[in-house]
């Protein structure tokens, strides 16, 4: 052996393949028992928004993600979690799903939701509901109670009310803030489908003790969309997905965007396919992937490791886990 050899062979026993065990040794990764994440929509927020509402929207976020994890802490599956924290977030007004939603161009409500559970990937989703009050327990009634994985319209309506789903009428969704947009809009005649980029769609995506994840979303979908425009919210893969291998993930933004690049499922893929973190992937879709101002994302991990990211000029989102991290935030 050469004497530059038997140096290599030395530096590598007394430091280890990693190099010097001196200097800055790397923190011990966190086990994360649980984690959670919420969305209640990107796109353009104002900066000058009214401090009394900021503070709801804070409260509300708050709110939903301390719920969230209670029960998580309390041992849910992390399927009933996002069930129950998109139900929450589908009752306030705040958000454009359930209660609150945006109105179509003929000002009518029209809801959409999904939800997937990583353990099996099985899935469920409803499209164009007008009368089920909360469209996300109607999509996982879908999955769980039915052969099939997607209804529309009056076919989703037959099954909700054969299934026992609280409805309402349809009068219950209107809110003067979301007509009010819609009629800005028309008055503007301009033919374009959102309000400046404000959207307000939820989700929520959840790991549980047991290491099963599960994302949710529900929408009322774009202010002034077309008779029968579907987003991309109930098509699995494109804003929900759930895959106990990978990630769950829940978007939020414009939804034929994020249809045309099946985003939830292209991150689950890219750390499947190409062994990126959660994190690497979330962020070359968002900011490679999809164009500026497009939306955003939720995301954890199988390991815990959440992702919130967005390329819009905000995202109301929260994010909490195991380790103590409990966090909400708007645009910063
Ligand atoms: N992605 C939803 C849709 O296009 C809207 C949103 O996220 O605000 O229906």
Redesign the pocket.
């Known amino acids: 052996m050469k004497p530059f050899h038997l140096f290599v062979l030395a530096a590598l026993v007394a430091f280890g393949c990693n190099g010097p065990l001196v200097g800055n040794p790397q923190p011990a990764v966190e086990s994360i028992d649980f984690a959670i994440a919420i969305h209640g929509?990107?796109?353009t927020i104002d900066r000058d928004m009214d401090p009394d509402l900021e503070r709801a929207y804070r409260e509300a976020l708050e709110d939903a993600l301390r719920f969230g994890y209670g029960l998580l802490e309390q041992d849910s599956t992390s399927l009933d979690v996002v069930e129950q924290v998109v139900r929450r977030l589908e009752d306030d007004e705040l958000f454009?799903a359930g209660k609150g939603a945006?109105f179509t161009h003929e000002g009518t409500n029209e809801l959409?939701a999904a939800i997937m559970d990583g353990a099996t990937r099985g899935c469920g989703a409803v499209t164009g509901v007008t009368t089920v009050k909360n469209p996300i327990s109607l999509a996982r009634t879908v999955m769980e109670a039915s052969p099939h994985v997607f209804f529309t319209g009056s076919g989703a309506e037959a099954f909700a009310e054969r299934m026992g789903l609280e409805r309402v009428d349809p009068e219950y969704f209107f809110t003067q803030r979301r007509w009010d947009s819609l009629q800005k809009i028309l008055k503007r005649e301009e033919g374009t489908v959102?309000e400046t980029g404000?959207?307000?769609?939820v989700g929520c995506v959840a790991l549980d003790r047991s290491g099963h994840l599960a994302a949710a979303?529900s929408?009322?979908?774009?202010t002034n969309?077309r008779f029968g425009?579907?987003?991309?919210?109930p098509v699995i893969g494109a804003?929900t997905y759930a895959d106990d291998a990978t990630a769950a993930i829940s978007?939020?933004?414009?939804?034929?965007q994020?249809i045309r690049n099946t985003v939830a499922s292209r991150v689950s893929a890219m750390m499947e396919y190409k062994g990126l973190t959660l994190d690497e992937a979330a962020r070359v879709v968002i900011s490679k992937v999809l164009g500026p101002g497009d939306?955003g994302l939720i995301a954890v991990g199988r390991d815990g490791a959440i992702a919130l990211e967005f390329n819009t000029e905000g995202m109301y989102r929260g994010a909490a886990d195991s380790s103590g991290r409990f966090e909400v935030a708007i645009w910063e």
């Open positions: 929509g990107a796109g454009n945006v959409d959102s404000k959207h307000g769609t979303t929408t009322g979908g774009l969309k425009r579907v987003g991309d919210v804003g978007c939020t933004g414009h939804g034929e994020f939306g």
